[in-house]
């Protein structure tokens, strides 16, 4: 008898591992099939967290790269000095002082400019369009300005040939908020005629604001540029410049810069103020440059909730997949086969299920990126927006969006693994499982049979289920309570601003001077005389400094007679007093300066000299009393402190009160005209558009609402039909029993119900302490002149309630179909 | 009580079709504790599933408690369950988010009875006064499966089908749940169980053998019917 040969046993060839990692691949992929439904569904919940984060990631980065790409073609200025408010100096005086900027040689460009308020009519035949506005006398020669530049998008450039002609360009974003024509005829204060030859945008208006705190307020406030010469002519101020732009060369220290050019313009013109801002300090660069990293961190909070919510789905599937394997892997174990290699089959299932979730996710973050962006470009038009897709962001999402979900499932799998081989493979009611919290339940009874006893048995029965479950519906509200809370509390706040402003005569008008006038003065003297005026109330508006250990802003001072029967703040401390020198503030301006009622303040206020120029002083005033208004720039004193400023007995703001019948467009057309007028405008109309305004995003927060709404049903959903599938041998049980389709279904809706009201409470209370937090942290860099105070309307706390009881609830019908086609006496004898 | 005539139940069609009941026919009166005799793939279980209106048969008739079950229409089946017969489990089937009072007190809930022995007089009456308030998990198999009886008793339906009920039990307890199910059967209830045990057929009544779907014998056990205390497997 021939020796036999025995050998260690070789190991696979690779035809024979490519063999083995076919059968797993296949295996797991007949795992997926079997579960098709609850797979798409965590796909799904995958893919909205991928989609999302990434496309709203990408809009990050493109409107990144499409600002920064408008500020430097357009070249945009590093440094602005803008003199005291009706103050000039002989054109070429600015350049002069730039030219000895840093000894020499670090301005790269610069270009003097001559801005002046003005009132623009731009009424067409269906409205009246009667708004302040600016005129920004420029450079128009070689496809000028070079700082600052214009970017025609629609009509054409300014040239030479311009140069003396009442022919201007018009700021895009008011052209397209009226849908004006690309060119046409304007009329401006003095009832100047002027032509627009195109519609412009420039890097000061990527984003419309004024010095009056109008942020996106492009209905209110119309920009037009013209040629240095025209705005001189058309203002009266010929040979006269008041703004300076530069840029100067790379590497330079921009706030050194900007503490010596205010050095050098205190020493030149002492009798004039100017104040020297950075390009950080544009409000427009400003806000768009703190908006865009508030809105990526915002997407970072929504990405992480929707990603928990994902893993949460991805967990309760695979735990689910791996319990019903419980005996496969048993006999895998009996034969011998290592636990990694039984691993692999669940965590396949697990990663395929991740991968779908992100391919699906690709294609929700492009759809969801494009019609984002297709908003913002109507919104905020910029000269070229750069939507390249970005690789870098899809791939990075991606494996997040692959990852989480994975390594969520490697618990279940590997407790799976890790059970005795005998244990794995009991069957019948030795398998079965514990109880839960049940027993710990059994004294607590719900009013009436047993059928309203099983759902709460089952929420108790698998605690871990059941709170895996809560949270992925949580998670979802909470994003949504978050994120509409944000507008809600953004709206919120325009009305409190707005029911302040309102409080007394809602119908009055603010009519703005171009300077200070006596008010005995001709204008003063017709306003008041108008047949359509009942009342006017002289009043001072002057732009200041408010500062206090080291901390400064702006204010609005309105200097008004604070017993006025046309209108007065209402306080929330202090008193008033006309006789006392002080001011009052709003709460912000207060908490921001550190200040309370009765402390003091140094104010940085302009002083008519006598040369008829204003300067710049610095006054320590005590803090009388705080406002309700929201912005923390409005600030008040009475008029009798008006000479503080060397106004007393005049005004460049007056309160109007129309009479009754006429409308606010009669008053404007009566007003416009008149000489000194720079604009006339009701007190509600900056709420009203932005109102309007954000309706305009009402679309795409239904999406986004849209988007929560169908991740919480899905997660809902998933644990739903989970549910069922554990649940199969009891419900085919009952119905052994004769218990009908619809009374399971009860049990199991009622179940749901009991998940989504705590997922619903414990969401609203996450998506409230949420808002809160985002308040806290961005509106203080994005919107520093903002009070905003948390708030979540009653609609969205009821679309949450919707959204997490009755749609939550309602989940378990969608598995009506599968309860109705239960093979009964198969399902009985099922052994897990 | 129960009718069943030239009963056929196929599966799959042409060449592929495969008949679990072929022709049967057979009547079982009340009072009678049957068992129905096979083994793995005679049919007897696909039997059991009729007669409970879980299954509709492919041709022939059945009748439980003197309604036609094979015409019945899907809320009738359900209705025959909640009021005609009752079901007994291998693995037991209890809800194991209830206690036992309340496994059984569903029973009562799902057929809707009114009046008749309260959960707790039906779980006295098969020893489990005690454990009335234990979770199935909390309970032995035996245990377990005397709640599943108590479950079935509680509706008071006419009719007990029982699939293998000591199939899951050691000796002494399926002895001791046989002598119970036995105790069951008498006047306006028949008892009918299925097993592949030839043992548990001799305490039976009568034993209904099946195979390959026929009945291949039907009467009285060989032997004559036993004691359950002489049975042993």
Known sequence: MG??????????????????????????????????????AIALVIALGTGSYAGLSSVTKWRRASTDDGYARL???????????????????????????????????????????IQVDASTEERAILVPGSIYGVNVSDSGPGVDGLFVDLGRELTDDDVGKPVALLERHFGKYYDLPPTG????????????????????????????????????????????????????????????????????????LKAELTGLLAVRFPAVGATVTTREEDPA????????????????????????????????????????????????????????????????????????????????????GQAMVSVLKDFSPLPAWHTDFQWGVFFTVGAIGFLFPFLATTWPVWRAVRVPPVQAIQSGYRAARGGGLAPLFRWVRVPGNTFAQVPVRNVVRAPRRSFLTSLGIAAAIAALVAFVGLIDSFL????????????????????????????????????????????????????????????????????????????????????????????????????????????????????????????????????????????????????????????????NLLEVVPVEGPTRDDMKRA?????????????????????????????????????LLVLALLIAFNSASINMDERAREHATMFAFGVRVRTVLRMAVVENLILGIMATIAGVVAGWLLLRAIIAIRIPSTLPDLEVIPVISPTTLAISVFLGVLAVALAPLLTVRKLRRMDVPATLKVVE | MIELEHVTRAYGEGPHQ???????????????????????????????????????????????????????????????RRRTVSFIFQGFNLFPGL??????????????????????????????????????????????????????????????????????????????ILELLQKQSGPGRAVIVVTHNRQIARAADRVIELSSGRISSDGPPQGGKANVADLYW
């Open chain 1, 285 to 368: 660069f400003k806000i768009i440059d703190a908006d865009i990293d508030g809105d990526q961190q915002i997407y970072d909070i929504f990405a992480v909730l929707i990603f928990a919510g994902a893993v949460v789905a991805a967990f309760n599937l695979i735990a689910r997949i791996v319990e019903s394997q419980r005996r496969e892997i048993g006999v895998a174990m009996v034969l011998g086969v290592p636990p990694a290699r039984i691993a692999i089959r669940p965590l396949l299932v697990a990663a395929e299920i991740a991968l779908l979730g992100v391919v699906f996710g690709v294609g929700v973050g492009v759809l969801l």
């Open chain 1, 75 to 117: 070249n945009m200025h590093d440094l602005r000095v803008e003199l005291a408010q009706g103050s000039t100096v002989p054109e070429g005086a600015l350049l002069e002082v730039a030219r000895e900027l840093g000894g020499g040689g670090v301005v790269d460009q610069a270009e003097e400019r001559l801005v002046v308020p």
């Open chain 1, 492 to 651: 919120a706040t325009i009305d409190r601003g707005e029911r302040e402003i309102l409080s007394a005569n809602p119908d009055r008008l603010e009519v703005d001077l171009d300077r200070p006038y006596a008010l005995d003065s001709e204008v003063v003297r017709v306003i008041r005389e108008s047949p359509l005026v009942d009342q006017v109330e002289p009043q001072l508006r002057l732009g200041s400094v408010a500062l206090k250990d080291g901390e400064d802003f702006g204010l609005q001072v309105q200097v008004l007679a604070l017993d006025s029967t046309v209108w007065a703040p209402r306080l929330t401390a202090g008193a008033v007093d006309r006789e006392q020198q002080g001011i009052y503030l709003s709460e912000l301006a207060a908490r921001n300066l550190g200040v309370r009622v009765g402390d003091s303040l140094t104010l940085r206020h302009p002083r008519l000299e006598a040369t008829g120029t204003f300067s710049l002083v610095e006054t320590e005033l005590t803090v009388l009393g705080l406002h309700q208004h929201p912005f923390r720039f409005v600030a008040y004193m009475d008029s009798n402190q008006a000479g503080l400023f060397n106004l007393a007995g005049t005004t």
């Open chain 1, 185 to 256: 005829t304007l009329e401006i204060s003095g009832g100047q005629r002027i032509d627009y030859a195109g519609q412009t945008l420039t890097p000061e208006y990527f984003l419309v604001t004024t010095d009056r705190g109008g942020l996106i307020a492009e209905a209110n406030f119309a920009a037009l540029f013209t040629s240095l010469a025209t705005a001189q002519q058309l203002t009266g101020r010929e040979g006269l410049v008041n703004d300076l732009v530069l840029t100067v060369v790379p590497g330079s220290d921009r706030d050194a």
């Open chain 2, 18 to 80: 495969v008949r679990a009941l072929d022709d049967i026919s057979a009547t079982i009166a009340e009072g009678e504790f049957v068992v129905v005799l096979g083994p793995s793939g005679s049919g007897k279980t696909t039997l059991l599933n009729i007669i409970g209106a879980l299954d509709t048969p492919t041709s022939g008739t059945v009748r439980v408690a003197g309604q036609d079950i094979t015409t019945a229409s899907r809320g009738q089946l359900f209705a025959v």
């Open chain 2, 99 to 176: 206690t036992a009072r309340e496994n059984v007190q569903f029973a009562i809930d799902a057929c809707g009875r009114k009046g008749g022995a309260s959960a707790d007089e039906v779980l006295e009456s098969v020893g489990l006064t005690v454990q009335a308030r234990q979770f199935p998990h909390q309970l032995s198999g035996g245990e377990q499966q005397r709640v599943a009886i108590a479950r079935a008793l509680a509706t008071g339906n006419p009719v007990l089908l029982a699939d293998e009920p000591t199939g899951e039990l050691d000796f002494q307890t399926g002895v001791r």
């Open chain 1, 671 to 707: 007003l416009f005209p008149l000489p000194g007028v720079v604009s006339a405008q009701g007190v509600s109309e900056v709420s009203e558009v932005i109102d309007d305004l954000l309706s305009e995003f009402v679309v795409l927060l239904r999406v986004i609402e849209g988007a």
């Open chain 1, 3 to 40: 020796r036999r040969r025995v050998g260690r046993p070789t190991l696979p060839t690779s035809t024979g591992r490519w063999s083995a990692a076919g059968l797993w691949l296949r295996w797991s992929w007949r795992d997926l099939k079997a579960r098709w439904i609850q797979v798409a």
